[in-house]
């Protein structure tokens, strides 16, 4: 079955620094590339950060592009976000989702989600 | 940026209606899109991609349609599980991007 726990959320202040975590487990992790796709409370989603199974092509949304970092490990089954210079609009549900093998780019799998909640 | 608007962004249905959800892009995508479906509390699930494939374990009443900048999510015979939130998202181009929304509600 496939698995995907995301953990590492959390109060931080603005300025603040957090890292997410992506457990991954049931499938063939270093096969598939990664997502991660936050959704502020009552609102809609929104697409952070691709990374590809190798880690060898990455984007950010302009949203988060220089604050945070993606990244991944593939002998832990684990994908992370590095989030620096966290701001109030940053406050959100973060989910980790998998591409789609067949359809790169549809979102086949997601965890639950961690909350991050950034305020003063 | 590839925009997107879905419409309508509240639809009041009851069951066994059939309902249509609309989703158009700034620019031409082919076909793709994907459609997800999302309960409260709970992450998004993949209902279609590729505009019109159905994802396995999907009921056969969702459906999908359209290619290019125009595209519909069918669910032919509503069931009190299908009250939810739907979301369309293109995959065509980074930055990936999501419409807004449509919270189908009972009416």
């Known amino acids: 079955e496939v698995q995907l726990v995301e953990s590492g959320g959390g109060l931080v202040q603005p300025g603040g620094s957090l890292r997410l975590s992506c457990a991954a487990s049931?499938?063939?992790?270093?096969?598939?590339?990664m997502n991660w796709v936050r959704q502020a409370p009552g609102k809609g989603l929104e697409w952070v950060s691709y990374?590809?199974?190798?880690?060898?092509?990455?984007y950010y949304a302009d949203s988060v592009k220089g604050r945070f970092t993606i990244s991944r490990d593939n002998a832990k089954n684990s994908l992370y976000l590095q989030m620096n210079s966290l701001r109030d609009e940053d406050t959100a549900v973060y989910y980790c989702?998998?591409?789609?093998?067949?359809?790169?780019?549809?979102?086949?799998?997601w965890g639950q989600g961690t909350l991050v909640t950034v305020s003063s | 940026v590839i925009w997107m608007t879905q419409s309508p962004s509240l639809l009041s249905a009851s069951t066994g209606d059939r309902v249509t959800i609309s989703c158009r892009m700034s620019?031409?995508?082919?076909?793709?899109l994907a459609w997800y479906q999302q309960k409260p509390g709970k992450a998004p699930e993949l209902l279609i991609y590729?505009?019109?494939t159905l994802q396995s374990g999907v009921p056969s009443r969702f459906s999908g349609s359209g290619s290019g900048t125009d595209f519909t999510l069918t669910i032919s015979c509503l069931q009190s599980e299908d009250f939810a939130t739907y979301y369309c998202?293109?995959?065509?181009?980074?930055?990936?991007?999501f419409g807004q929304g449509t919270k189908v509600e009972i009416k």
């Open positions: 990374i590809s199974s190798s880690s060898s092509t990455i």
């Open positions: 998202q293109q995959y065509y181009s980074f930055p990936r991007t």
């Open positions: 989702a998998r591409d789609h093998l067949r359809a790169l780019g549809a979102k086949d799998y």
């Open positions: 620019q031409g995508i082919s076909s793709y």
């Open positions: 049931g499938f063939t992790f270093s096969s598939y590339s």
């Open positions: 590729a505009a019109s």
